[in-house]
């Protein structure tokens, strides 16, 4: 009987996978592999190393208890050829398969190395839609057909309509709005402590892959302990149970906020687990409905936290697949510069800055907010090649693929795609912060004053970005406040702002700010 070679990627951890449920467990082969290529495409946080590999470990032992046969490729391996193309030519020479077989993989540049496969390699390959994805290319494709503007908000109840989430008996939205973001603004509290969360032990398995990478990866940007991460499916969903037991119901209220000391507040951490397959984000939404529906979590929660996977997760993959591989190139605002050195931990006096490129040296995470307002809104201001930014966020996040990364840099924080994704740059001033977080509080700068040397440099490079930018924003009918605001000001005063702008803008270049 010929057998069949099934190729998992590391970000396929999942049983569920359309070629397993075709796997033959007499005959079939599995192959995984931890290639230096992918391992180091960008200087990856060693914490997602670690938490890669030891997941891709565990999962390969989950095939063999089993009773399936894994060819697994160490990265440390003695023979470890370095590459996919290598070790999969590697794999066919010695098990001689009719066929190959694999899931889609999730990022254009690895099916880009598919379709190469399929010319080159002389045995046919079956290839598997990702049906963990809860919206097909397909699908996804259809539905941009003929609209001017993909907003997320209309994409997102066609979803809810399609999975019969959080729906009335009329099929109307549960509560009677499909949407209850306007409640979930809250400004953190200062007495805010958010519970604590759960914790694994090290197996032999993560021990071991801690020691590597702890070898090959010790230069990297982020610590590597403590380590933290679930690495299976049961671990993974533990922490998705705690998160809708206790931090579900304060989701909504303080997803927005930002609070020093507080990397997590009331966010899920559930994303790395999703992007790789140990969590289902079906089963995930379903639990969460099912948390509003017995009593335990109000709508606002339940309803924000749905739409950020049922919503804007499946919406990202969408726009990425619809606009790969130029979407990558795009650059509307033309920006030029380098990324600073305090985004690898360089000091600075911005504490807000400070504080989250700490939080994400340390953990590998950093919530969506802080994501967005503090370093994508900085990157925005300070005009940084999108380029550059999306390769930081891409290495230095536990949860960050292409598909997922991308769109979210180019897109939403660097609006650098014209408008495809947002109708409006989000671009904010230190007052935006302030409101949002206690961070200002402890920073040397003051965010209600823009020139001088207290003046935070959010506010002068905001409206620098706005006069700079006036041709492309203007007629955007949600910028329309922001234009009468600007020019109410006095000549004079415009050109202080936009002085201390451009001495701010240098001293990012001399290690000064
Ligand atoms: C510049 C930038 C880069 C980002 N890069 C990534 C990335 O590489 N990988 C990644 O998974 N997310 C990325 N995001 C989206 C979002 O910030 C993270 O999904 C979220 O912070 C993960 O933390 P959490 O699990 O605690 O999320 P929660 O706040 O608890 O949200 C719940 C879940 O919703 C999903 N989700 C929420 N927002 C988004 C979004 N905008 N896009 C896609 N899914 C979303 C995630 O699966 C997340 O686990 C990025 C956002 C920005 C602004
Ligand atoms: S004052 Fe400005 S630089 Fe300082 S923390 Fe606030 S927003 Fe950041």
């Not at 979930?184 to 509290?189: D, H, I, L």
């Not at 302030?434 to 935070?456: H, L, Q, T, W, Y």
């Not at 406040?481 to 201390?500: A, C, D, G, H």
Request: aromatic content about 14%; some cysteine.
């Amino acid at each position: 009987m010929k057998k069949n070679l099934h190729f998992i990627f590391g970000d396929q951890l999942s049983h569920k996978l359309l070629n397993l449920i075709h796997f033959d467990w007499q005959n079939d082969v599995v192959l995984m592999c931890e290639v230096k290529e992918e391992a180091s495409y960008v200087r990856h946080h060693p914490k997602k190393i670690a938490f890669i590999f030891s997941a891709m470990r565990h999962f390969a032992e989950e095939l063999r208890k089993k009773g399936a046969k894994v060819e697994y490729v160490k990265f440390d391996d003695e023979n470890n050829l370095g590459s996919f193309d290598a070790e999969l030519e590697k794999a066919i020479k010695k098990h001689n398969p009719q066929k190959v077989l694999l899931t889609e993989p999730s990022e254009y540049r690895v099916w880009q190395k598919v379709i190469n496969w399929q010319k080159t390699i002389e045995i046919p390959f079956e290839i598997f839609p990702d049906e963990r994805f809860l919206c097909s290319k397909i699908d996804f494709r259809n539905w941009a057909k003929g609209k001017k503007q993909l907003r997320l908000e209309f994409f997102y109840r066609e979803m809810r309509k399609k999975y019969k989430i959080l729906l009335d008996k009329k099929m109307g939205p549960a509560g009677g709005k499909w949407n209850y973001d306007e409640q979930n603004r809250k400004s953190p509290e200062n007495n805010i402590k958010s519970p604590k969360r759960i914790s694994h032990k090290k197996d032999e398995i993560t021990k071991e892959v801690l020691v590597l990478v702890e070898k090959h990866f010790k230069k990297n940007f982020g610590d590597l302990l403590p380590f933290h991460f679930a690495v299976n499916n049961s671990q993974a969903m533990l922490e998705a149970q705690h998160f809708i037991d206790e931090l579900l119901p304060n989701f909504g209220d303080y997803q927005d906020a930002m609070f020093a000391g507080e990397a997590y507040l009331y966010h899920s951490l559930l994303s790395s687990y999703i992007n790789v397959g140990l969590i289902d984000p079906l089963e995930l939404c379903q639990m969460a409905e099912k948390s509003y529906l017995s009593g335990k979590a109000p709508l606002n929660s339940v309803e924000g936290f749905i739409r950020q996977i049922l919503g804007w997760r499946e919406y990202v993959r969408g726009i990425y697949w619809l606009y790969s591989p130029q979407y990558f190139e795009s650059n509307f605002f033309n920006a030029k510069n380098n990324l600073p050195e305090f985004y690898w931990g360089k000091k600075t006096k911005m504490f807000c800055i400070e504080e989250v490129v700490k939080q994400t040296k340390e953990n590998s995470y950093s919530h969506h907010i802080q994501r967005l307002m503090i370093t994508g809104n900085f990157a925005l201001l300070s005009e940084i090649d999108p380029k550059k930014v999306h390769e930081w966020y891409l290495a230095v996040y536990a949860d960050a693929f292409e598909w997922v990364e991308m769109p979210n840099t180019i897109g939403m924080a660097l609006h650098a795609d014209g408008g495809i994704m947002a109708s409006k740059p989000y671009a904010a001033s230190g007052k935006y912060i302030s409101r949002m977080s206690n961070f200002c509080d402890k920073c040397s700068f003051d965010p209600e004053i823009s020139v001088g040397s207290k003046a935070c440099p959010f506010n002068s490079l905001y409206w620098n970005f706005i006069s700079k930018n006036e041709d492309k924003l203007k007629k955007n009918q949600r910028m329309q406040f922001v234009y009468p605001t600007w020019y109410k000001m006095s000549e004079e005063k415009r050109n202080q702002i936009l002085n201390q702008a451009k001495f701010y803008s240098e001293q990012i270049y001399n290690n000064e700010l």
